[in-house]
């Protein structure tokens, strides 16, 4: 038997919002509790070009979570940086078209 467990980030909304040049954030929401978290980017700089972090990374400077988003989704805070490092990847391309 098969057991189908959907997506948790399907019910999760992500929008990533320019803040300036060298930052930006990204919001968190869900339908059913509104704004769940906001995460905030900030580029790589020129010095940590000797670092395993290049200067067109985002690095993830501050994050506010509100209320108990791991748990009413069963997700960890791996899953939420990789997801909002997805949506800033979409977010680059999107502006090259």
């Known amino acids: 038997m098969i057991l189908y467990i959907p997506n948790i980030m399907d ?3 992500f929008r990533v919002i320019k803040m ?4 930006i954030r990204v ?10 978290a906001t995460l ?7 010095t940590y070009n000797h670092k395993p972090i290049g200067m067109d990374e985002w690095l993830c400077v501050d994050a506010k ?3 108990n988003l791991y748990e009413i989704f069963n997700v960890t805070p791996r ?3 990789d997801e909002c ?3 800033i990847r979409e977010y680059r391309l999107s502006l090259l078209k």
């Open 85 to 87: 490092q997805k949506h």
């Open 20 to 23: 300036e040049e060298s930052r």
């Open 40 to 46: 905030y980017y900030e580029r790589g700089k020129n």
């Open 11 to 13: 019910r999760l909304a």
């Open 27 to 36: 919001e968190i929401m869900s339908e059913e509790m509104g704004e769940m």
């Open 65 to 67: 979570v509100w209320g």
């Open 79 to 81: 899953q939420i940086l």
